[in-house]
C-alpha cells in the first residue's frame, strides 16, 4: 500500500494507483455506514476535470478554511488545520516541488507523508477524487479550486484502507499521524462521582483553558459535541470543531464578555444559542463593535461566549506545537522538549502481558529504564499499535453502546481499528538493585489515572536526576499487543529495555 512505484496509464500517461483504485473497493469497508447510501453514484474525477484551472494551495489566508462533505471525517479536517499553521509540518506532510496540473511533468499523482507508528511513511496515489454530481462529495477547500485537502484525504484513506473507515474517529489520534507529536484531551464539565471522572478524565479549568488560548497561532485547538442539548442540537452528536479565536470584550463593553470563534467543518453555521447572527446576546455590546465582530466570521462560523462554551461543548484536544525544527512544545510551559527517545515493546500472552496493578502478575509486564541525567520536564506517551475489528462497523457500535454510556469519547473510535485499555506508571528507584515486587506495590511517581481504550496515553512531569522505572501494561491479563514508548524532555534523558540493561548490568534482586 505504501511506497508504491508508480505506474503509468500508457494512453494517457497519467498514473492509476492499483493499490487504491477509482473504485467500490476504495471508498467503502463493509457498507454498514450511511456512505453507504451513494454506492453506485459516485464518480471519479481527477481536478482538471473538476475545474479549469486547480491549484494545491491558495496564497490567501481566506481560501484555506476546510469544508467536510458526506464523509463522517471531522475529526480528520480538524486535524488538517495544524498544517496551516506551520511550515515545517506542511512541508513535512505534503513535500514540496510536486508538479502542478500546468506543468509538462504532471502524471496524475499525488504523494505526501503519514506519521505511523514511530516512523513517516511516503504514500502516492493517483489524483482521481470522488464526486457527485462532477463537484467533490468529500472534504474540500472553501475555495473549491484548491486541491491539497481533497487529496490529502485520499491518501489518509489509502493508508486506513477506505475512505468509509475515516468515518468516526479522535482527533487526537489524526494530530498524531499529521504531526508525529503528542495530543492533549480534557474534558470540560465535572462529571460528579468518582469512577466517572476517572473514564473521563482531567476536567479542564478555565484558567488552563485561557492559557492555551494564548498558543492558538501554534497549534490546533478543537472542541468537541458528544450529547446534544439546546445550544448544539443542530449540530448533532460526536462532532469536532476547531477554536479559532478568543476575544475579551470588557473594555469596550464594560462587562466580562469573553468570546469565542468557532469553525464547523460541516461548512454551514447552525449554533441557535443567543451569540448567533441575530441573537440577543449582541445587543449587550455598541452595535459598531458587534457589526465588526459579525464581519469577521466565514461560513461556518460562529462566535459562542466563554460560559456558554463550557456548558453546550464537551471535550477539547489541542495538539502540542511543533517548533520550526519540527521540536515538540510543551503544552504546559512553552519549554522545546528537544530531547526524545523511542523504544518499541510488546505484551506476550504468558510472558508479558501481566494485565493492571490489581492482578499479581503486573510485574511481569514489559519494563524500561529511564535515566533523567538533569532535572527536567519530561512527557512520556505508549502508543499501541491498531489490530482489525472482525466485527462489522455497525456491530461495533452497538457493541460501544453501552461503553459510550461511561466514556463517550469512545463511540468515536470506530474506524476499523480495535485497542486495548492501556495505562502507564513511573516508579522511582534509588539503586539498580531493588526488590521489584516491593516497588511496584508503593505509589508511583506518576501514572495514568485509569487504563484507556484510547490509541495513545501519555503523562507528563517534573522528574528530577535519577533512575525511574516504566511500565506499560493493559488492563486485562494476557490481552497482547504491541507499542511504542515515547519520551520527550527538555533535558537530557536515556531510555533502555529492562531485560538489555540487567544483561549488561546483574542486578539479582530485580526479580519478575
Not at 512541508?91 to 499523482?109: A, F, L, M, N
Not at 481504550?453 to 522528574?463: K, N, Q
Request: charged share 25%; aromatic share 10%; proline share 5%.
Amino acid at each position: 500500500m505504501l511506497g508504491d512505484r508508480v505506474q503509468s496509464d500508457a494512453k494517457r500517461d497519467l498514473y492509476n494507483d492499483p493499490t487504491f483504485p477509482a473504485s467500490d473497493s476504495s471508498l467503502f469497508f463493509n457498507y454498514s455506514t450511511p456512505l453507504a447510501q451513494f454506492r453506485g453514484e459516485i464518480s471519479w474525477l481527477r481536478p482538471q476535470e473538476i475545474c479549469s484551472v486547480p491549484r494545491l494551495f491558495s496564497d490567501n489566508p481566506q481560501e484555506v478554511q476546510v469544508k467536510q462533505g458526506v464523509l463522517g471525517d471531522c475529526w480528520f479536517l480538524c486535524a488538517c488545520a495544524a498544517l496551516q499553521k506551520s511550515k515545517y509540518l506542511l512541508s513535512k506532510v505534503i513535500p514540496p516541488g510536486q508538479p502542478s496540473w500546468t506543468d509538462e511533468k504532471y502524471r496524475g499523482c499525488f504523494t505526501c507523508r503519514i506519521w505511523q507508528f514511530g516512523h513517516w511513511m511516503e504514500v502516492t496515489v493517483d489524483d482521481r477524487l470522488p464526486c457527485l454530481g462532477g463537484k467533490l462529495c468529500f472534504s474540500q477547500c472553501q475555495t473549491e479550486d484548491v486541491f491539497w485537502l481533497p487529496l490529502l484525504e485520499k491518501v489518509y484513506a489509502k493508508v486506513h484502507g477506505s475512505y468509509e473507515q475515516l468515518w468516526a474517529g479522535q482527533v487526537a489520534d489524526a494530530l498524531v499521524d499529521l504531526t508525529g507529536g503528542l495530543a492533549e484531551r480534557w474534558a470540560l464539565k465535572d462529571p460528579g462521582r468518582k469512577m466517572e471522572k476517572e473514564r473521563t478524565g482531567t476536567v479542564l479549568e478555565k484558567t488552563v483553558f485561557r492559557r492555551l488560548m494564548n498558543l492558538k497561532e501554534q497549534c490546533v485547538i478543537s472542541c468537541s459535541v458528544l450529547s446534544s442539548r439546546q445550544g448544539t442540537s443542530e449540530l448533532g452528536e460526536f462532532h469536532a470543531f476547531i477554536v479559532i479565536d478568543m476575544l475579551n470584550l470588557s473594555k469596550v463593553s464594560g462587562k466580562d464578555i469573553i468570546l469565542l470563534r468557532i469553525q464547523n467543518p460541516w461548512g454551514r453555521r447552525c449554533w441557535k444559542g443567543p451569540w448567533r447572527e441575530g441573537g440577543q446576546g449582541w445587543s449587550q455590546l455598541d452595535p459598531v463593535v458587534a457589526s465588526e465582530l459579525l464581519s469577521q466570521i466565514q461560513e461556518g462560523e460562529f462566535w459562542v461566549e466563554e460560559e456558554e462554551f463550557f456548558k453546550e461543548f464537551d471535550e477539547i484536544t489541542t495538539g502540542f506545537p511543533i517548533t520550526e525544527e519540527g521540536q515538540l512544545q510543551s503544552l504546559y510551559t512553552e519549554k522545546v522538549l528537544s530531547h526524545t527517545q523511542n523504544l518499541f515493546g510488546s505484551w506476550v500472552k504468558g510472558q508479558s502481558a501481566g494485565g493492571c496493578r490489581n492482578n499479581s502478575s503486573f510485574p511481569s509486564n514489559p519494563k524500561f529504564w529511564l535515566k533523567v541525567c538533569e532535572q527536567s520536564e519530561v512527557c512520556i506517551a505508549l502508543l499501541q499499535k491498531h489490530r482489525k475489528y472482525s466485527a462489522d462497523w455497525a456491530g461495533r457500535v452497538r457493541t460501544l453502546t453501552h461503553v459510550a454510556k461511561d466514556s463517550p469519547s469512545l463511540a468515536e473510535g470506530i474506524q476499523g481499528k480495535n485497542y486495548q485499555a492501556v495505562g502507564l506508571h513511573v516508579w522511582k528507584v534509588e539503586k539498580r538493585r531493588f526488590n521489584l515486587p516491593k516497588t511496584l506495590s508503593t505509589p508511583p511517581v506518576v501514572g495514568t489515572v485509569c487504563h484507556s481504550y484510547d490509541r495513545e496515553v501519555h503523562v507528563r512531569c517534573d522528574l528530577s536526576p535519577g533512575y525511574y522505572l516504566v511500565v506499560p501494561s493493559t488492563f486485562l491479563k494476557n490481552a497482547e499487543g504491541h507499542f511504542l514508548l515515547r519520551v520527550f524532555s527538555t533535558g537530557r534523558i536515556s531510555l533502555r529495555n529492562r531485560r538489555e540493561l540487567r544483561e549488561s548490568h546483574p542486578s539479582p534482586a530485580l526479580s519478575r
